[in-house]
C-alpha cells in the first residue's frame, strides 16, 4: 500500500464520512420516517416496508455504515 500525505488522507477520510452521513441520513430519516406511508405498499414477508425499514432495515444499514467506516 502505498503512502498517502496528511491532506490526501484527511480529504478521503471528510469524503468517506461525508458519504456515510448522506446514506445515514437518506435511510434513517427519508426511508425511515418521511416516505414510511408510500413504502407500506410494499411488502416484505407480509410485513410493510415502511415499518420493517424503520425497525430493521435502518439496523442492517447502521451496522453496515459502521463496518464500512472502520474499514
Known sequence: MAQMD???YW????KRTAWLLVI?????????IF???PLNTLKIAG????FW???QGSIMIFILLIL???S
Request: positive net charge; charged residues 20%; hydrophobic residues 50%.
Open 11 to 14: 480529504r478521503e477520510v471528510r
Open 47 to 50: 410485513v410493510p416496508m415502511g
Open 68 to 70: 464500512a467506516y472502520a
Open 35 to 37: 416516505l414510511v406511508e
Open 24 to 32: 445515514w441520513f437518506i435511510v434513517g430519516y427519508v426511508l425511515s
Open 53 to 55: 425499514m424503520a425497525q
Open 6 to 8: 496528511r491532506k490526501t
